[in-house]
T-cell receptor
Framework: GEDVEQSLFLSVREGDSSVINCTYT??????LYWYKQEPGAGLQLLTY?????DMKQDQRLTVLLNKKDKHLSLRIADTQTGDSAIYFC??????????FGTGTRLQVFP | SQTIHQWPATLVQPVGSPLSLECTVE??????LYWYRQAAGRGLQLLFY??????ISSEVPQNLSASRPQDRQFILSSKKLLLSDSGFYLC?????????FGSGTRLTVV
């Protein structure tokens, strides 16, 4: 099956780190993605990781992939109020259809 | 550069009225195109995807239909809207590295 699961909400204090978790079921996905959706807007690609990698770092973002457990996480260091948004993980099985998780709403408070 | 346009940004339609949402892509040829819907407080659901002119695949049974009359044009339609069709509709096209989304159309059926 193709199910991608995320927790619905995460609340963090400004300056702390945020960790958003995701589990997926289709091990054939070559790439896994993180998208950000700000209120009332479309989705913006944040980062992606190739399935043969364990970790990818891009400035404040760190993606960890545990392929054995089919677990993907996004860590945002020094979280800012501008990071408040909904974050979607997504996988792309061979069929070239992007399957999204339910999204995690990140709220950053001062 | 590749761009994707979606319109209108917001739409309020009465139950039973028809619907036509348009999406166009520039700067690429023969893209894979997608329509997603995001219901309030929920994740993204793939509705339709198209790999070429006149080729439409439907992912879920529903009140909507899609058409691709030109290579870079993807249209989402309904003959008679239902209340349950309310949501945020996103068009996207895909490349090797992921999807690019339009800015979305917020549809409210009243």
């Amino acid at each position: 099956g193709e199910d991608v699961e995320q927790s619905l909400f995460l609340s963090v204090r400004e300056g702390d780190s945020s960790v958003i978790n995701c589990t997926y079921t289709d091990s054939s996905s070559t790439y896994l993605y993180w998208y950000k959706q700000e209120p009332g807007a479309g989705l913006q690609l944040l980062t992606y990781i190739f399935s043969n990698m364990d970790m990818k770092q891009d400035q404040r973002l760190t993606v960890l992939l545990n392929k054995k457990d089919k677990h993907l996480s996004l860590r945002i260091a020094d979280t800012q109020t501008g990071d408040s948004a909904i974050y979607f993980c997504a996988e792309m099985p061979d069929t070239d259809k992007l399957i999204f998780g339910t999204g995690t709403r990140l709220q950053v408070f001062p | 550069s590749q761009t994707i346009h979606q319109w209108p940004a917001t739409l309020v339609q009465p139950v039973g009225s028809p619907l036509s949402l348009e999406c166009t892509v520039e700067g690429t040829s023969n893209p894979n195109l997608y329509w997603y819907r995001q219901a309030a407080g929920r994740g993204l659901q793939l509705l339709f995807y198209s790999v070429g002119i006149g080729q439409i695949s439907s992912e879920v049974p529903q009140n909507l239909s899609a058409s691709r009359p030109q290579d870079r044009q993807f249209i989402l339609s309904s003959k008679k809207l239902l209340l349950s069709d309310s949501g945020f509709y996103l068009c996207a096209w895909s490349s090797y590295y992921g999807y690019t989304f339009g800015s979305g159309t917020r549809l409210t059926v009243v």
